[in-house]
């Protein structure tokens, strides 16, 4: 099904669920920065605000969203690899591709990103998402423009090509993007809810899907990257976490640098302990 053939406003799916992809980032990203204004739930958080503001972080953000992740969407439509096809996925099927997009992210984002930190590939940039804390949820997509190709648009679109494109199947792609988008903004938020669900009493059945989801909803591993940088390179909130796993990175598994360690250990944009400020990239 060619693209002028979807009966889509937008003209176009993938821009379609571009446009869904950032009404959620963007609304979850203010929501995030509306608690860290307020102090509610200053309980639940772990680390420490990054010193820049929404604002300040915004711009490459969007410079990301709007001119690297929309034009290579685009492109795969237009090419017939993703975004067209039948207008709904048979149900085995859809269900899935849920878990293969996961597998096939938690691999991609993994390769990349532990390149980048052990062959020190610094021309990509990835210094400048480091220096973040993972502590502004719009830090998620604040990156270095080749950085964000390996870490973003790479994981999401070489799995999504790869079960077949998803279709036309507009509630796949949706659903997709949505996890996504809310699971990094979550991890780079400096909250931590797992402790909480894990901590819930009871032996209701409530509380008992409280405890188990816990481990599902920490955002521990991704905040251990960020500090200690070799380690967790694709565990985090959301992902199955399978190459940290296999490959004894895991950061609950692997010793953390020495802070101070020759370079190699930890190669790429160190920031501070939690609870202290991150240094500039």
């Known amino acids: 099904m060619a693209p002028s053939d979807m009966f889509f406003p937008f003209g176009s799916l993938s821009l ?10 963007h609304g ?12 509610r739930l200053r309980r639940f958080r772990v680390r420490r605000p990054e010193r820049r503001g929404w604002r300040a972080l915004l711009p490459l953000v969007l410079f990301n969203q709007c001119c690297i992740l929309l034009p290579a969407m685009l492109l795969l439509e237009r090419a017939g690899l993703a975004y067209a096809g039948p207008r ?20 991609v984002q993994y390769a990349g990103h532990a390149a980048m930190h052990r062959l020190g590939l610094r021309f990509l940039g990835h210094r ?9 949820a719009v830090s998620a997509c604040y990156m270095h423009p080749a950085d964000f190709v390996f870490q973003i648009v790479l994981p999401y679109l070489v799995p999504l ?11 796949f792609h949706l659903l997709t993007v949505s996890l996504g988008a809310v699971g990094g903004l979550y991890e780079h938020s400096g909250y931590d809810f797992a402790p909480a669900l894990a901590g819930v009493g009871g032996r209701g059945l409530l509380a008992r899907l409280a405890r188990a989801a816990a481990p599902l909803a920490s955002s521990h591993a991704h905040g251990q990257h960020h500090r200690f940088a070799d380690v967790s390179f694709s565990d985090g909130f959301g992902s199955p976490g399978l190459c940290d796993t296999l490959l004894g990175t895991r950061w609950d598994r692997k ?6 360690a020759p370079p ?3 190669s790429i944009g160190e920031t501070p302990p939690e609870g202290a400020p991150p240094a500039a990239p």
């Open 128 to 136: 400048v998402h480091h220096g973040t804390g993972a502590s502004r």
């Open 255 to 260: 010793r953390p640098p020495r802070r101070g």
């Open 28 to 39: 979850v990203a203010l929501g995030f920065e509306a608690l860290d204004r307020s102090g």
């Open 16 to 25: 379609f669920v571009w446009a869904f992809h950032m009404v959620v980032y």
């Open 264 to 266: 190699g250990e930890a």
């Open 88 to 107: 709904h996925l048979n149900p085995v099927w859809f269900v899935a591709c849920l878990p293969l997009m996961g597998i096939g992210h938690d691999v």
């Open 161 to 171: 090509v790869l079960v077949g494109g998803g279709g036309a199947d507009v509630a």
